[in-house]
């Protein structure tokens, strides 16, 4: 009797082992969850439009700034000059072209009075009471005339040119004033801050980069064995290495990763590795999640932290 009972006890020991193996198997093999997962967030790099030392630096390491916030400025003495220099020259064109549209007027009135004179002195040659020499010099003069208006609308053209000209330059030279001012595009934390006052910055040399505070994300690398399993819209939860439980949402999976195996090789043909090893891992491709807006820690996330992700697939 106790032989059967030992023996009963043994095979369903055996059963319990064959299950729960089955069981860690299907969980580790195929169930949607993984470790390599990150948090990630967008970094805005600011550079300088404008190049000039840096007079004012108005933000710290690690500090959160609000969007628009002054975080630096360049020193604005060379560019309120080059403003100034640029009114100046928007108002001498506005006076250049002021005598050429007070130029046309004096040749139309002229023209006019010449055409008036020939006009008389025709008549007068067809009575015989003039020479014809009279009219060809009342003619001529009706041609200079013409020639000295169209001379002066040409002049009028380029007045009106140079004033374009001279406005385009004064918006430019208020722009490279603006961006003296370097403002925060977006609210987030300074990170990294290497930026000195006193500093000489470069125009499109990077100054400073900012994490974007309502950016934050978890992208989570899955093994392309549980993706079937794996949808849009998807619950999930989300423990980081830190201890931080919080929940999120499938938002997307990537379409593609890089081949290693399909390397451009001369003239543009495949390049394909002659050796084939038998043992292939599942690759892993990127999910992006998605985190809840109530989670009241997420001022608190880093952006490249390790985390857990869990795919709850029974809230489908």
Do not use: C
């Not at 106790?2 to 319990?16: E, F, H, N, P, Q």
């Not at 069981?23 to 949607?32: Q, V």
């Not at 439009?49 to 360049?74: F, P, T, Y």
């Not at 399909?262 to 599942?282: D, E, F, H, Q």
Request: cysteine-free; overall charge neutral; charged content about 25%.
């Amino acid at each position: 009797m106790k032989a059967l009972v030992a023996r009963m006890m043994t095979v369903a020991v055996v059963i319990l082992a064959i299950v729960l193996g089955w069981f860690a198997w299907e969980y580790y093999t195929r169930a949607p969850w993984t470790r390599d997962a990150r948090v990630r967030a967008d970094v805005v790099t600011l550079s300088a439009d404008v190049s000039g030392r840096i007079v004012k630096l108005a933000v710290q390491d690690n500090q959160h700034v609000d969007k628009g916030q002054l975080l630096l400025e360049i020193d604005p003495a060379r560019y309120q000059l080059a403003v100034e220099h640029a009114r100046r020259s928007v108002e001498v064109s506005k006076a250049s072209l002021g005598q050429s549209q007070a130029a046309i007027v004096a040749s139309e009135a002229l023209l006019k009075q010449r055409q008036s004179e020939e006009r008389r002195r025709r008549a007068l040659k067809q009575g015989f009471a003039i020479s014809g020499e009279e009219w060809e010099k009342a003619s001529t003069d009706v041609a200079v005339a013409q020639a000295d208006l169209l001379r002066n609308q040409a002049n009028l053209g380029l007045a009106e040119a140079n004033v374009q000209l001279a406005i385009a330059a004064l918006t430019q030279a208020e722009l490279d004033l603006q961006r003296t001012r370097v403002e925060s595009p977006v609210s987030g934390y300074v990170t990294n801050l290497l930026t000195r006052q006193g500093d000489y910055a470069q125009a499109g040399g990077a100054l400073l980069a900012l994490v974007d505070s309502d950016s934050f994300y978890v992208s989570g690398y899955f093994e392309e064995t549980k993706l079937p399993r794996i949808e849009e819209g998807d619950r999930v939860r989300i423990q980081l290495m830190s201890g931080e439980r919080f929940g999120g949402t499938v938002e997307s999976i990537a379409f593609a990763i890089a081949d290693r195996e399909n390397a451009p090789g001369s003239r543009l043909l495949a390049n394909i590795n002659p050796s084939y090893t038998w043992v292939k891992l599942a690759q892993r491709v990127p999910v992006r999640i998605g985190i809840d807006g109530d989670f009241a820690g997420k001022h608190r996330l880093r952006a490249g932290t390790t985390a857990t992700v869990t795919v709850l697939e029974e809230h489908r």
